[in-house]
């Protein structure tokens, strides 16, 4: 039987995969890359840029709510079905687009998952693939629930291509996708409960300003159920009724949409990895620094899948160049430690980059905690915002800004100066002294410092 030779196959076409594919074949090398989904991965086809498209009509709505008698008199009225259409101008050109520019590289594609046969080996399409280094790529998926009735739960994807609003979703879980989704349909019309078994929503951020959201939350119509597990779902003639325990006791609720936004798990069931000696854990691939395999050295993984990546697309297409580079020149480069921001795009966003407060007072002695709410703010008054608030934690030593959280209607993008100001040692004072626009989001940074 003929085997196929490459020096490097990656699994995967999202922004890891795609990343290594492409730096890897301009540097010179026969690369082969091997999807079993439409190619272009999460962010693009299913993930945040379809979330995004569909945030910004209800921008529209949001705003136009906050400012009704205040110069607007005649709400906006949103059309899911038009708004789907518009999505999919942006989803539609992804697969094929991708496909080419991959191909336009001299990149050979596959549509199938590859199947580890040994360690350089790869059973793809029915034909047998030999690689000097294979590249796992694969993101990941949500997370299967197991109680009677799972099988009515639905998934981000079902969401983001709903034909028609249901009048009533339930989300469990209190996540990112959780919470933004919720703000969406809330905005869009929809009646929301979302369920989580935590305590509260959102559980990596600074726990006041995910207070203040909760209650802009509940303000849109968002009901929350918290410290409680879904036992079951039972189909009904419209409804699903769901059935849930909370200290001990059960209850029932009836939503026409079920959502599963309990989190996200590494895809990697499908790859035979034991065949390859390719060593995982539940959260993932393992990777040491340089993002390769510690059992099977011919093994690099990065993104989403990879066992201590944060599931963000920049730090995917960050991971993907350190793959690539290691592969080209041999591993001579290392995950750097920066600081990753990160934002809920609900309405307001809610967004954070560096420490939080409480591992800020495990790291430094003496450290300057800035929180403030400050609705009253011109910012949070011309858009009649219902919250705005930030929290600035600042080494008292330095002067420099170890974690900033914000929470406001601009937070993910003034978050990003937060992020420059961190990773690069720029001292509060500095960044209280630079000169920026006004009136700005960017400006209210100074009256923060
Ligand atoms: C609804 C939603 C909204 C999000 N919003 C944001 C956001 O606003 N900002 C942000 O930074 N991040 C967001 N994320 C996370 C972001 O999408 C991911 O971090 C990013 O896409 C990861 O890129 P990746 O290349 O690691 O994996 P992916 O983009 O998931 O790509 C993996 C690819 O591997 C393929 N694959 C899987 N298994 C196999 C197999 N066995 N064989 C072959 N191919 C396989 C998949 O089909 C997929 O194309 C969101 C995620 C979701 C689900
Ligand atoms: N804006 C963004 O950057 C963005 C948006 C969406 C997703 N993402 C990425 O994707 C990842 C996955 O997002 P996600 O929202 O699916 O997961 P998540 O980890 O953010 O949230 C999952 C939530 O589900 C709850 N939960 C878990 N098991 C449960 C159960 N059995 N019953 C009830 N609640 C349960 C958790 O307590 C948590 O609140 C995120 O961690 C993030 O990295 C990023």
């Known amino acids: 039987m003929e085997i ?4 490097v196959v990656v699994i995967g076409s999202g922004t890891a995969g795609q990343t290594v594919a ?12 091997a999807d079993n989904r439409v190619f272009g991965g999460t962010c693009a086809n299913r993930g945040c840029d379809p979330k995004k498209v569909l945030l910004a009509a209800t921008e529209a709505i949001h705003i136009s709510n906050n400012l009704q008698g205040k110069g607007i008199d005649t709400l906006p009225q949103l059309n899911w079905g038009n708004l789907q259409k518009f999505k999919k101008k942006f989803t539609k050109a992804v697969p094929a687009g991708t496909e080419s520019k991959l191909n336009d590289l001299g990149i050979h594609l596959y549509h199938q998952s590859p199947k580890f046969i040994d360690k350089n080996t790869l059973k793809i399409e029915g034909k047998t693939v030999k690689a000097a280094k294979i590249v796992i790529a694969t993101g990941q998926v949500p997370r299967p629930l197991h109680f009677k009735g799972s099988q009515f739960l639905k998934t981000s994807d079902d969401f983001l291509n709903l034909k028609k609003l249901p009048k009533h979703i339930t989300c469990i879980g209190a996540g990112y996708i959780g919470m933004e989704f919720a703000h969406i349909a809330a905005r869009s019309g929809a009646k929301i409960t979302i369920i989580d078994n935590g305590k509260r929503p959102l559980n990596a951020f600074d726990p006041d300003l995910v207070e203040l959201l909760v209650s802009v939350s509940k303000s849109i119509g968002i009901e929350f159920i918290f410290n409680s597990d879904v036992t079951q779902i039972k189909k009904l003639r419209k409804n699903l009724k769901i059935t849930y325990t909370k200290k001990g006791k059960k209850k029932e609720l009836k939503s026409r949409f079920v959502l599963n936004t309990s989190g996200r798990i590494p895809a990697i069931n499908q790859l035979d990895l034991d065949k390859g000696n390719v060593a995982y854990s539940k959260k993932g691939i393992l990777v040491n620094k340089h993002l390769q395999n510690p059992t099977n050295s011919n093994v690099y993984a990065c993104g989403d899948v990879s066992d201590h990546s944060l599931a963000l697309t920049p730090l995917s297409g960050l991971e993907g160049i350190v793959v690539a580079e290691n592969i080209i020149h041999g591993n001579r480069k290392e995950i750097e430690a920066t600081k990753i921001p990160s934002t809920v795009f609900t309405l307001p966003h809610l967004a954070s980059v560096g420490l939080t407060e409480s591992e800020a007072k495990k790291r430094y002695k ?32 330095t002067n420099h800004i170890v974690g900033a959280h914000l929470l406001s209607e601009n937070a993910g993008e003034t978050i990003n100066l937060f992020a420059l100001a961190i990773n690069n040692e720029i ?23």
């Open 4 to 7: 196929r030779k490459f020096d």
């Open 366 to 397: 003496n450290i300057i905690i800035n929180y403030e709410s400050v609705p009253q703010w011109f910012n949070a008054k011309r858009l009649q915002s219902k919250a705005y608030a930030y929290k600035l934690i600042i080494n008292k030593l």
């Open 22 to 33: 492409t730096t890897c074949a301009k540097n010179g090398l026969n690369v082969a890359i």
């Open 427 to 449: 001292s509060a004072e500095a960044l209280k002294r630079t000169i920026f626009t006004y009136p700005s989001f960017s400006y209210d940074i100074k009256s923060m410092l």
